[in-house]
């Protein structure tokens, strides 16, 4: 290979990922008084953050003052079915507050309370009113509000050392594509700028992820381009392992027609608001699927369901206000039974129900989104909707106090999506912006002290740089193979079909099979044209982090033989307890993704102690719930 | 993608005719395409077909594809807009679309523009100041307080308002001294903001921001995809009020007994704030057309002959009181006797990278 022209930076914290995570652990980082880098894949600001607009989740007590972070661990507890790394949901608990105040130091204007505080407001799973929010843009806010603390910093570097970047700088459109190691410290970071195609080379002991999630390996999704599991695919190469990646947030209702809304979530107060799904053949086909244990609660024929709007409390629910798991599978049995859109999802309709008038008062966001993205008349066509990949819960196991990974690597912290544990088999709407705030900052702050206590820095080794360069070429030097764009078409048809929302051992072990042909294709895929912004080469080099994150996602939803929140297996319908008790844990052998049980974590027994037995009794075996009885016992 | 049917509604999907502008910064051309175009579908959707398809390697910034991340900026038929916004439906059948990059800003590749222009600017706009003697957590403000300052917060910074902008559109040259309405948003959102406690925002958007070359013309809040009313709500009120604390002869008695912290009464087209280095922000980039230059660099350079790069002031309107008119009461005027004939900014002796002229002997040994 010819001489290839490598810029070199020194830093003693690289962040990579520029969300909300990513710019929380910059700041404490660079408040730390070390020298940070931000990464981010996109231009500074327009992270994926944006697109969350319910709030962030914070038990300030605001609205309802009996609320406190004991009532919001709960919360996220139960809301993550027990599985959730209880150490990372005290934490988040506990810490949410003071995380959100700060933001208002740095000139976050939330929405406000009559007597002038932040207000809260209610949302799925929160007992008590609790979300921050400006509107429905509070991922906006958070992002802009980071951005401009950032810059605030740079302000003061300049007037300190005459530089805007002398200790903080913002690498804007770099992808980073190989972590590298010093035996097994981390000792930078190799990736290239998206703009020139030119590459770049960190030096630093410390790296922070905060890359986000995997969504675009689903064909139906809500997440930006930027979701290709980066930071998932770098840690388990530098040694990390992963959880939970058997856990994905399908929402029931997103847009799957027309193409410019596809993925698009259509908010659940739709079908609160009188919105019925319906086949192909205009059924109303929810009353097929209620479940035996909700029969009490749920409607059985359609005059009951329709009097229930008016009168509540003598009639029961519409089945279209199942769980969204239930809703999910419904959805997917008619499309699967060929009842479904030409699209792939199935009609929702709110047109029929409602007068017009009526629905744009009701849903006024919801109405003016798809007029103005869609021109789709919300009060006058039904939606197309289907099940859309949302969130992943999966992601690096990481100490829940500093975010350091665990495995062989040292050196590497996770927050945000990229990591995993804090939110379970199932994420409470809400919980993820608190989530970037308070283990992005503690992220941040545990990379720089671990970056100050070494006594050397480890050194990147020059074979390391070598082959990484070579693997970046290497799709811009093959003209034989295939487009990038077919095999992540490919890709996305395996996941969604066979590893979707609802889950049967067959398919999964058909699509472990159909990945590892992936595989072969991938490694050979072929990018034309130049290094300067080419998309296509881009999409060559993230494609193999999105293979592996999708094994890892494969091999664990096979096997979890049973359906606890974000994973549902159509063998294995119900919750079962002993397998509460373990993490699935994955790591890399050579190429090969391997698996592994590993017990979570126990409870503390003042924690545990916050739920009622009859509740508890849901989801522990036996043997824990004789132990919690020997606990109350001895209280008493 | 094999399952995924074409039409929803019947109708087959349409080839349509599309030029793309490709190229980089050395140079390129508007290229033909014929591609499909499905029903629902916007103007990125097509784009990504024909990424996938004819052009694998075509140069496109997106990311939300919901009009929610103001990354996907192009000019579309000549009119600034974000892509994932603009539907197909929106064109005559047959009409040619035309996609071209963001004009204000050099071209990267085909439709991805280096808009660090932005950025730059940004970042020399002071920051949030937060009032001293509030803890985290005690923060009290009103919603109707907030408000204000929210429609200018929505700011998706797609940088439409900043290339549609004819003070920078067509002129490199104004970009120096120039924030633009972004960024003129930004410093009404802190001027609004109730517990921001830094009180010389707008006298400091005029004298450092290059307020004064807005003439109001209204295109940044026509093609502002979050409809934020930039030129009424930001721009007009943050003009009228340094008029107002500038030229209301009470305000300006005030003003000369209780002197307030602020920059030292700017006049409109700033002058001598660098000279007065009362405020911190004095010697971050000031851009000053006039005044004295303490900048050897330039100095030097000027001596070397004709300075073609030099800063050309942009002719600004006289600044006027309510009324319209030009404020000509000497009593209350702020300046000893009348106006100068040059525009009060311009100080003597002209600093050297303003002038023109190279003495024929400048470079010869004096002694």
Redesign the interface.
Known sequence: MTETRIERHHYDVVVIGAGGAGLRAAIEARLAGKKTAIISK?????A?T??AEGGAAAA?GNVNARDNWQVHFRDTMRGGKFLNNFRMAELHAKES??RI??L????A????TK?????QRNFGGHEYPRLAH??D?TG??LI?TLQ??I??L??ED??EFGD?EARIKVF?ETTITELLLDGERVAGAFGYYR?SGEFILFEAPAVVLATGGVGRSY?VTSN???YTGDGHALALRAGATLINMEFLQFHPTGMV?????K??LVTESVRGDGGVLKNSEGKRFMFDYVPDVFRKQYADNEAEADRWYKDPDNNRRPPELLPRDEVARAINSEVKAGRG????GVYLDIASRLPAEEIRRRLPSMYH?FK?????DITKEPM?VGPTCHYVMGGVEVDPDSGAAYGTVRGLFAAGEVSGGMHGSNRLGGNSLSDLLVFGKRAGGHAASYADQLTARPKVSVTAVEAAVETALAPLQRDTGE????LQ?DL??VMG?LVGIIRREGELADALGKLAELRERVAKVS????R??????HLALDLRNMLVVSECTAKAALERQESRGGHTREDFPGMDPKWRQVNLVCSLDGDAVRLAQKPLPKMRPELIQLFDRAELAKYLTDEELAEFDALTEEER | ?????K??TGKPGAKRQFRIWRG?ETGGDLQDYTVEV?????V??VIHRL??TDA????????????????CSMEINGKPRLS??T?M?TFEDGETVTVTPLRTFPV???L?T??SFN?EK??E????A?PADVA??D?????VD?ER??EF?????CFLCQNVCHVIRDHEENKQAFSGPRFFIRAAE?DM?PL?AKTDRKEYAQAEMGLGFCNITKCCTEVCPEHITITDNAIIPMKERVVDRRYDPLVWLGSKIFRRGQVPQTSVTSGHSSGAGST?AAD?GVHSHSGGSHDTRAERQAQQGVNWHREVPHPTAPAVDANGKLPLTELTFDKAAAPSPFGDDVAFPLPPEHLNFAHPQQDEPKH
């Open positions: 996109s231009l500074f600001g327009k994926h944006v697109m300030m507050p003071q105040w700060e208002e130091t740095y000139g204007l939330f929405d406000r007597d002038g505080k932040i207000s400006v509107g843009r906006l806010e802009r401009q603390k810059v605030s740079q302000q300049k007037r805007y804007a703009e064909k930006s381009w930027e027609w027309p193409p410019s809304v993925g698009i859109t030409p699209a792939g989104q103005e993205l869609a021109d789709v197309e487009s990038p764009y077919v078409q996305q048809a079909e990018a034309a044209g130049g300067r912004y080419n998309p296509g080469w | 993608m094999g399952t995924e049917p039409q929803a980089d499905n029903e629902g579908e916007v990125l959707d990424q996938a694998p390697d075509l140069a496109c910034r997106w990311n939300c594809k919901a009009g929610k991340c103001g990354s994932c916004m539907r439906s990267i590749r085909d991805v280096d808009v950025y940004a970042r706009t002071p920051a949030f937060p985290p957590g923060y009290r403000m009103q919603q907030v300052s929210q917060r929505k700011c998706i910074e802190l903001h921001d911190g971050s």
